[in-house]
Each structure stands twice: as C-alpha cells, then as structure tokens.
C-alpha cells in the first residue's frame, strides 16, 4: 500500500513514517523539507501518484490566528483536491481535542476549519483528536512564563505521550476510514499547573508555577471540561511518570 504523510519530517510524522515502513508499505515523508508543500501545492501532484492513502499530520508554522487559518484552509484545500485527482481512498487527519470547545482560539477556530473541510470533500476520511502531547507541557510553561514564574489555569487536562498517538494513527492509516471523529487521550488527568511542576521539578528548572483559573489557554479561558476528551476516548498506555523517567534518561 502507498501511504502518503504530510508533515512526513515531523514529530508525529516521521514516527508514523517508520512504523509504516517496518510493516513493509511504501510510504512518502511529504514535507517542505523533501520537496512537497501543501500551501504552494509544489510537488503535491507527484508525491500523491498512485496513493491509496494519505495521513495529514502537519501543522501550522505560526499560531497568530490569520496565518493559522490561511496555512489550513489553502493547505487544506490544495490536498483534498489533489487526492481527488490522484484517486486516494482515505484521508486521516490530526486534530486536537477541544476544538470546537475554544472558540476564543484562533488557532482553534483554524483546527475547525480543517476538520470543516475534510468532511465536506468526497474522499473517505478519519479525523483524530488527541490531548496535549506530553512533549509540549515545556512550550505551554514558555507560553505562559512572565520572568521566573508562569501562571497556568488549574483546568484538568488528560495528556498523550507522541508515541502513543502516532501508534494509533499508523493503525489507522492501513484500516478502513470511519467517516468520522475518535478522541484519543492520556490514561491520567491532571490539573496543568500541576503537571507543568513535575515537568520542571523533572527538569530541574527552578521556575515557579502559580495555579490562576484566569490564565489563558492559547487566547483562551477554561473550564474543567474544555480540554478533556469525550466519555469513550481511546487510551494510551504510557503513563506520565515513565515518560517524564526515559525523557531524563535520553
């Protein structure tokens, strides 16, 4: 089978390249980087040929909200089109969970318009929603640092490690479209001021974390529930405490 993976260079993406290729199918790492990009549609058309599947794992290179949506709604619409003209049989999308919760999110609101797309095209489709991957916990302390302190919502959220969500969508990507929406989650929720503290305590980084229910999430203010997913989400079994070990012992 020849699977085509946008954002083929990526966290997600190259992980899910390798996973494909030990199962011995051929597969495409499509990105910038190796010639094929979905905003210019620079060799889209080529890379595309003979594709039974393609896996869109790429993400927005800025999160200010007019670029986060131009980058979506033009990438987005350049490579359903292509698949069309190329015959693909099933587009599998990431998403993230909350999205249509967050509406005060440009970078959400451009999530949306993705997901708008994709059910809108003629072509099969699967659309993932992960957590927050544990590998980002660093870039929401940063987000959100003023000095040595950041201040973070106490709000639950149930992080992912990548592996996790890249095992499940190279599953995906070699199985039948479900023509709709699973969530994917972490097996533990946490308050996000206090896994960014274990994060830095794991760290050793001596940055402070004050728990805030004003502080924003990307733009946006959150309740308990906002970035939780639904009641049956599929589970990952890393737990947080083992990732945080073997990312201290990489």
């Known amino acids: 089978m020849k699977i085509v993976v946008i954002g083929g260079s990526g966290l997600i993406g190259a992980n899910i390249v390798g996973r494909l290729r030990l199962d011995g199918h051929e597969v495409v790492a499509a990105s910038p980087r190796t010639g094929v990009d979905t905003v210019t549609a620079a060799g889209l058309a080529q890379a595309l040929a003979g594709a039974q599947v393609v896996v869109d794992v790429a993400n927005s290179p800025s999160f200010e909200d007019r670029a986060a949506l131009e980058f979506f709604e033009t990438s987005g619409r350049n490579l359903l089109a292509a698949e069309v003209d190329a015959g693909v049989e099933h587009h599998l999308a990431l998403s993230v969970v909350g999205t249509d919760r ?5 970078y959400f609101r451009a999530k949306v318009a993705q997901e708008t797309l994709i059910k809108a095209s003629r072509i099969p489709y699967t659309i993932v929603r992960a957590t927050q991957f544990f590998e980002f916990i660093g870039s929401i302390i940063d987000a959100n640092i003023d000095g040595e302190v950041a201040r973070l919502s106490p709000a639950l959220m149930q992080p992912i490690a990548a592996d996790d969500v890249s095992a499940l969508l190279a599953d995906l990507a070699v199985g039948a479209p479900l023509n709709s929406t699973l969530e994917i989650a972490g097996p533990d929720c946490f308050p996000i001021d206090e896994i960014a503290r274990k994060f830095l305590v794991a760290q050793d980084d001596r940055r402070q974390v004050i ?7 990307f733009g946006s203010q959150l309740s308990d529930r906002s970035l939780l997913p639904g009641a049956h989400p599929r589970l990952g079994p890393t737990r947080f405490h083992n990732w945080l070990s073997r990312a201290q012992r990489a």
């Open 102 to 106: 967050l509406p005060q999110s440009g």
């Open 211 to 217: 728990a805030d229910v004003h502080a924003r999430y």
